[in-house]
């Protein structure tokens, strides 16, 4: 589960805090963990804990807070969506329901293969140019018209050899 490398990437998080805000610490150690593991089981919620001297359940509210982390096993792509209120007037909406379709699978879901997760999102920060999605929670996409969809699909899929 956590191996001790880990617990060194953990200590090396918790060293750029003074030693009495170590907790401080605790949203690197998820992303060390879903950087890993693809994603934060309660388990290694327990390892975090225990390590900054957290309550368990303290760590996992950070966790369920913030849609970055992972709460089960994803698919090889997360692919984001924002449906906030200016997304949804711009036709954020139609974006997730597009993918949807493409996909085959519903909001929340992952494809057969393992390839795609399609999760909605909160705000992204970028109203002026919705719909935006954000794919593995690092690459912004604006303007995401179905065209543009598609073109995304298809290359994330040609990426990965399975198109």
Partial sequence: MITEATKERFAREVAKYPADQKQSAVMACLSIVQQEQGWVSAESEAVIAEFLDMAEIAVH????????????????FKLNVCTNLPCQLRDGYKALHHLESRL????????????????????????????????????????????????????????????
């Fill in 104 to 163: 085959g699978i519903k909001m929340g879901e992952t494809t057969a293969d393992g390839m795609f997760t399609l999760q909605q999102s909160e705000c992204l920060g970028a109203c002026a140019d919705s719909p935006v999605m954000l794919v593995n929670d690092r690459c912004m996409c604006s303007f995401m018209s179905n065209e543009k969809l598609d073109e995304l699909i298809d290359g994330l899929r040609a990426a990965e050899g399975k198109a």
């Fill in 61 to 76: 509210e950070v966790t369920t807070f913030y849609n970055m982390y992972n709460q089960r096993p994803v698919g090889k």
